[in-house]
């Protein structure tokens, strides 16, 4: 069974702050996403990482995929009270394999 | 464009009962999926249909899950004999043709079992 451990489990920091949020698995992934989810609501996709290394950029998010492609991390710099939420990472197996969810990181930026 | 929607948003009922919960994908999305997410946890997957098929069900707990999906495009989750431990938030996703598509995510439906 492939298992994704999300860290830390919850998070409340200062607006301006910068964050790292963390995905760690013993299975190669073929890729990883990350969504956030917002209370009452279904999680909507952020980013898909494909290549061991890759390195990607959505405005102050950055989210990187381990040369392994076992793990992941979700940068956050200067974060604002927009940002919070619950940011779930998701492995993406090969063929028509189900995604697996960590249990996510829940997010609190205070203004 | 109309997104992922399931019905109904809340559903309360006794233990025991017998519950549908419903997924209209997005137009033109052959691929379907189910999913469980209890509280403090990340969605479960439960089964995936692609059209009208049932491609994997590795993930129903037992056998008072069923969903179908009779003309491949709305999906309907039934659980029978319902039990406290069903209760949770009940995620439907579609894609456009699965495999490692993304997944588009309606806002689930609450169930609470009393």
């Known amino acids: 069974t492939q298992l994704l451990e999300q860290s830390p489990q919850f998070l409340s920091i200062q607006e301006g702050e910068n964050l790292t949020v963390y995905c760690n698995s013993s299975?190669?992934?073929?890729?990883l996403q990350w969504y956030r989810q917002e209370p009452g609501e279904g999680p909507v996709l952020l980013v898909t990482?494909?290549?061991?290394?890759e390195v990607k950029k959505l405005k102050r998010l950055t989210f990187q995929f381990g040369d392994a492609r076992k793990d992941s991390s979700l940068h956050i710099t200067a974060a604002q009270p927009g940002d919070t939420g619950l940011y779930l990472c998701?492995?993406?197996?090969?063929?028509?394999?189900?995604?697996?969810f960590g249990k996510g990181t829940r997010l609190s930026v205070i203004a | 464009g109309a997104g992922v929607s399931q019905t109904p948003s809340n559903k309360v009922t006794e233990k025991g009962k017998y519950v549908e919960l419903r997924c209209d994908p997005i137009?033109?999305?052959?691929?379907l999926y189910w999913y469980r997410q209890s509280l403090g946890q990340g969605p479960e997957f439960l089964i995936y249909f692609q059209g009208t098929g049932a491609a994997d069900d590795s993930g129903l707990p037992n056998d008072r899950f069923f969903a179908v999906r009779p003309e491949g495009s709305v999906s309907t989750l039934k659980i029978q004999r319902t039990e406290r431990g069903d209760s949770a938030v009940y995620l439907c996703?579609?894609?456009?043709?699965?495999?490692?598509?993304?997944?588009?995510f309606g806002d689930g439906t609450r169930l609470s079992i009393l």
């Open positions: 996703a579609s894609s456009l043709i699965g495999g490692t598509q993304p997944q588009h």
């Open positions: 299975s190669v992934f073929s890729s």
């Open positions: 137009s033109g999305h052959t691929a």
């Open positions: 998701a492995g993406v197996g090969s063929g028509n394999t189900p995604l697996v």
């Open positions: 990482v494909v290549t061991g290394g």
